[in-house]
């Protein structure tokens, strides 16, 4: 069965306790090899006369030549060394540095020659510990104290030296039996007691540390199971670490996948209503066609002019409903105008309202208001047009009978601003407040009383108005009706 891994604190603990061991070992080593340089140096300070204080109380001692020298006195000195200090070994050494004698067991001397530039730095007074050679033989070099032996008259070069090894293999097997384990033991008992405070206020640490960690995990946990994502405490005093900076993006991150899930949601019931709503629109007047085109089949010639011009009429609401619809969807479909050129918006305007005056005795549409003068726009001129036609057309089909629709010019600053007025009905209360709040006539798609859609028309006029910089926003009406403004920056003069 496979265990299961170990959790994020657990792993950093376990870390912690690794570098501290290594830590410590390191510490022990450098510990070690500092105290015995410091115990080497001491040595070295207090023992550093040594030879030149038996050099000069012994000369005897000084002598080169082992047949001149007196073994009694040379014993005695011995005898006097080893009660001072057992670990100490004496060598008399000539001007090449070659043990010419050896104060002790004859054969214990297995390295003859003497390095002399440790002594002549000792000589000269140079900083210790100094190191030189071993004459006992091995790789260790050993701390010594020397003396240089005075030159007897005629001599120009001195003699020799008194060369004496400070700490021997004796006193550090010595030293070692009885020291060693004892001051290994003590710094392993340091280390380990401090080892264990450090690792456990290192672990508490680490704990605290780490508990916004896992309260993140556990948000994100539960949010993948549905629950909602909460957003962080925040922290006092401060802007807050990393695991609250990451705690912070999390809740951003989920409340705009939220947003965003809610506006797919809004999305999609708009479809579905717009969809209902286009059936609904398509629907009527189809049934009407079709019921229309039944009756002129079996129909008297008398009876088919009239249900000839019936069914027109609905096979022209049905061609109205989806241009607009095919319009609006093309609309919504870019960010941009693509067919842009300068014209002149007064020549538009009058010539939009003649359209709907071609015909009519008592013309149902008016341009009212003194001449703005020329009025020169950047933009898509079918656009325009097509905007202006879908407000004059909504104005006529809510207008009274012989109540002509008013369309009047202006110009307002960079902007210009074209009125359409009628005295009908009103704008209903849905489509009055998206209008004054700028809002989207289609999203959600507005609802007629008796079903389907409504706004088509205005809704086009919006989208025109918003591709080129504009608006279209209501007036207030004191007199009643409606009065939509359709505002479009003007074209920079060039």
Not at 230 to 251: K, S, W
Request: proline share 7%; with cysteine.
């Amino acid at each position: 069965m496979r265990r299961p891994p170990l959790s994020f604190s657990t792993r950093l603990t376990l870390m912690l306790a690794a570098l501290l061991l290594a830590y410590a070992g390191l510490v022990a080593v450098l510990g070690r090899s500092l105290a015995t340089a410091h115990e080497q140096e001491s040595l070295q300070r207090l023992s550093h006369g040594l030879a030149q204080h038996i050099v000069g109380h012994w000369p005897e001692i000084t002598t080169t030549d082992p047949a001149e020298s007196e073994a009694a006195a040379r014993r005695a000195l011995l005898q006097m060394l080893m009660v001072v200090n057992p670990g100490i070994q004496v060598y008399v050494l000539d001007a090449g540095g070659r043990v010419a004698a050896y104060i002790g067991e004859p054969g214990m001397v297995r390295q003859h020659q003497v390095d002399l530039a440790p002594v002549r730095a000792f000589l000269a007074g140079a900083a210790l510990p100094l190191h030189g050679t071993d004459p006992m033989g091995g790789d260790v070099r050993r701390i010594f104290s020397a003396a240089m032996f005075a030159p007897k008259p005629g001599q120009t070069q001195p003699p020799g030296y008194l060369y004496i090894v400070l700490d021997g293999a004796a006193r550090t097997q010595v030293a070692g039996a009885i020291s060693l384990r004892r001051e290994w033991l003590g710094a392993a008992a340091v280390a380990g007691v401090g080892a264990l405070l450090t690792l456990l206020v290192g672990a508490l640490a680490l704990r605290k540390l780490t508990r916004p960690l896992h309260r993140l995990a556990g948000r994100m946990r539960s949010y993948s199971l549905g629950a909602t994502a909460t957003r962080p405490e925040p922290q006092h005093g401060g802007r807050g670490d990393e695991v609250q900076a990451i705690a912070t993006a999390f809740a951003g991150l989920t409340e705009r996948l939220e947003q965003q899930s809610a506006r797919e949601a809004a999305q999609t019931l708009a479809h579905r209503e717009t969809m209902a709503g286009v059936a609904h629109d398509l629907r009527t007047p189809l049934t009407a066609l079709h019921g229309h085109l039944e009756a002129l089949s079996g129909g008297s010639a008398v009876q088919q002019a009239p249900l000839l011009r019936a069914a027109l009429a609905q096979s022209d609401k049905v061609r109205r409903l989806s241009q607009q619809l095919f319009e609006l969807a093309t609309l919504q479909s870019t960010d941009q105008v693509l067919h842009r050129e300068r014209f002149s918006l007064d020549e538009l305007v009058t010539d939009t309202v003649q359209k709907f005056a071609i015909g009519h005795p008592n013309p149902p549409v008016t341009l009212t208001g003194a001449p703005p003068g020329r009025l020169e726009l950047d933009g898509d001129l079918q656009l325009i047009d097509r905007a202006l036609g879908n407000l004059i057309d909504n104005a006529l089909r809510h207008a009274p009978g012989g109540a002509p629709v008013r369309v009047s010019l202006l110009r307002q600053g960079g902007n210009a601003q074209i009125l359409v007025e009628d005295n009908g009905p009103g704008l209903p209360p849905d489509l009055q407040a998206r209008l004054d709040q700028q809002a989207s006539l289609r999203d959600p798609p507005l609802r007629r009383s008796g079903g389907g859609i409504g706004g088509l028309g205005l809704a086009i006029a919006q989208r025109v108005a918003q591709l080129h910089g504009g608006s279209l926003r209501p007036l207030a009406t004191p007199e009643g009706g409606t009065r939509l403004c359709l505002a479009l920056p003007l074209a920079a003069p060039g």
